[in-house]
């Protein structure tokens, strides 16, 4: 079967859905692969390194799609990429199901397969190697650092130098996911001090063996939910939680903000009072900026300057990295590939008695199978 890569079409989308070292390694499963000129450019991988690499180069995308029995891509497709799409082909891309019901019903009449990426069983640990999701937010975290590095007027370790006594600069980061525990090794690894919050109490160990301390919101909840989520805290907590956040508002230089609630808009952790008490030239980059912030001031895609604090709302964090972040995700499609081809024969089989397949898959031939069943209860 040929993989077909397009270029991605999202304005500002600077991924794309595979690398030339995956090229050889998707060609020895037994596959064909073929890219649309220019896919890879803005992420500095040129035409010629896939072509080196096996692939063939394709024009224009209504050849690429056409020509394609399945699609990696990154982002969901538009409608008329959808238009493209070859009937009974297979698509494999983020597609965020109950976000988009519209483009599961136009993919439905193609008769497609689809896999969304989105849509994996995170907490499979066999599924770990495929979870997309992760590799992303980990390159998020270590953005969302760079850019406060690149704001802040000063170096985040401390220094002894003949010019003077530097002391380290104190990073406070709200949200301990994927995005936030990256975001503390990276700042830890500058020499920063870091201190870390998080609704779910499990997280504090790992907090900590990244170099940072975890910081405790003084009122007994537990903040977890379903499936490894975060859950909409009492008033009494967030109450008790704004108390403290205050406090270290006032104490920090940058505070990199993560908290997101699956289904609800981001948590508001920063006021305007907090971002008026922070130090002249503190910054914030809040990375929920697109789920509306979890900053009062974050406006989503800009930088700022509101009291003298830098607040960082971009939300192309992933695609400011591209060339790792498509890396990744060239990797987690190549993973699953090997699953969905155990035969190296260049075929796939949607297997949906696999527990990992079945949860990604949310079309299969025209059927549209998401959501999924809920798992057996062992
Ligand atoms: P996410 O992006 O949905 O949320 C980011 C973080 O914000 C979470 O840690 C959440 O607890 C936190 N948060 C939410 N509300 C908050 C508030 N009011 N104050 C402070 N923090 C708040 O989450 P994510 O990073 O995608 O993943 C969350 C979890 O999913 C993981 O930490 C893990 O438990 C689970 N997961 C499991 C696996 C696996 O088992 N293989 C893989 C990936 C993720």
Sequence with gaps: LTIGVPREVFPGEKRVATVPDVVEKLIKLGF???????????????DDTYRAAGAQIVNDAATLWATSDIVF????????EVGLMREGGTLVSFIWPAQ???LLKQLAAKRATVLAIDSLPRTLSRAQKMDALTSQ?????????IEAANAFGRFFSGQVTAAGKIPPAKVFIAGAGVAGLAAIGTAAGLGAIVRANDTR??????VVSLGGEFVKVDYEEEGSGGGGYAKVMSEGFQQAQREMYAKQAKEVDIIITTALIPGKPAPKLITADMVKSMKPGSVIVDMAAEQGGNCELTEPGQAVVK????IVGYTDLVSRLSKQSSTLYANNLLRLTEELCKTKDGTINVNMEDGAIRGL?????G???WPPPAPKLP
């Design 100 to 102: 988009n019901p519209e």
């Design 307 to 310: 009291h003298g604090v830098t």
């Design 73 to 80: 891509k990154v982002r969901g497709p538009s409608a008329e």
């Design 367 to 369: 059927e549209v199978t």
């Design 137 to 145: 937010a980990g390159v998020a975290g270590y953005r969302a650092v």
């Design 361 to 365: 898959t949310v079309i299969k031939d």
């Design 32 to 46: 064909s692969v073929a890219v649309e000129s220019g896919a890879g450019d803005a992420a500095n991988f040129s």
């Design 201 to 206: 109490a499990e997280v504090a160990d790992q």
